[in-house]
């Protein structure tokens, strides 16, 4: 049975674009053709592809032709411009997965150099750093900025260094919630901050600290610089990428709980096997900015 790399595309599309309708439109297509398109490729293979939320998500049965679209899509560009040097077509685009933390201290200096360097552009999926890897899994994305040391199939793993944190809360908070210094019952009642809630960073620190569970209440807050804003205005303590909060530290606008016990964070980029010319060029540039991961 051959594939039908029309029917792929508007897959891909779909994945890519979160819906059908944004799909159409980036394929140039009217609803309707994107989605007999679809059901096709669904009738051919038995099975649904798509899960019609929202966003739109892959099937266990789709994340296989997922995997193979995109990187069929790259190696055609890349043979394209091989042969016919100056050709210019669709620019190509990278689906990336990457957690908020890396993104908001050291990723970016990689995507810069390498959008720079190659004309591509990047789709970047912010996850949390034990969960990117479920994206790649999937074939939602062609590499990976995670915590999973053991490649997954049709992948390498390269080692990137880790990321500290430093648990801080401000001089304020720390007077109200912990006059005493840190103790399990102080602890159990002061509220944390959490990124989502996949973020168990908090709560294993805990464990570290105090060789028990804890997880005492914690605010919801999506967001990497609105993490150090929120304990500098004292809604809670949270365990802090260094590179962000070095200077409040040194400002005093916040104070390591426990400067003994930083928590390390290992990083891993993970991506596919194939020779991609623009996939090595993406994971060069990375491993050129993670070198401030591993002094």
């Known amino acids: 049975m051959q594939l039908d790399y029309a029917q792929l595309a508007a897959l891909v599309a779909v994945v890519r674009e979160g819906s059908f309708d944004a799909a159409a439109r980036a394929l140039h297509l009217t609803p309707s053709a994107l989605s007999q398109r679809i059901k096709a490729l669904e009738h051919r293979l038995g099975g649904p592809l798509l899960l019609r939320a929202r966003p739109c998500r892959i099937t266990p ?97 390269l080692s990137l260094g880790r990321l500290r944190y430093r648990a801080c809360a401000s001089p304020a908070f720390v007077a109200r919630h912990f006059p005493q210094g840190l103790s399990a019952r102080s602890l159990a009642v002061a509220p ?73 964070v290992p990083l891993v980029w993970q991506c596919s096997r194939l020779e991609l010319p623009l996939l090595q060029q993406l994971t060069a540039a990375v491993r050129q900015a993670a070198g401030v991961l591993r002094r």
């Not at 890349?78 to 190509?92: F, K």
């Not at 390498?114 to 996850?127: H, N, Y």
């Open 61 to 157: 049965l789709g994340e296989p032709l997922l995997r193979h679209a995109q990187q069929v899509e790259l190696l055609e560009q890349g043979l394209l411009q091989g042969l016919l040097p100056g050709t210019r077509g669709e620019t190509p685009s990278l689906a990336v997965a990457v957690n908020a933390d890396s993104l908001s201290t050291w990723f970016m200096p990689a995507a810069a150099a390498f959008t720079q360097a190659s004309g591509a552009l990047l789709d970047l999926r912010v996850d949390d750093e034990g969960h990117t890897a479920e994206a790649l899994q999937r074939g939602e994305v062609l590499a990976a900025v995670t915590t999973r040391l053991s490649p997954l199939q049709g992948c390498r793993s």
């Open 192 to 264: 944390a901050l959490r990124f989502n809630a996949k973020d168990e960073l908090q709560y294993r620190w805990l464990r570290r600290l105090l060789r028990r569970e804890l997880r005492p209440p914690a605010h919801a807050i999506p967001s990497s610089q609105g993490f150090v804003q929120a304990c500098e205005a004292g809604l809670g303590w949270a365990l802090q990428p260094e590179p962000l909060v070095q200077e409040a530290l040194a400002a005093g606008r916040l104070l390591d709980l426990a400067p003994q016990l930083p928590q390390d």
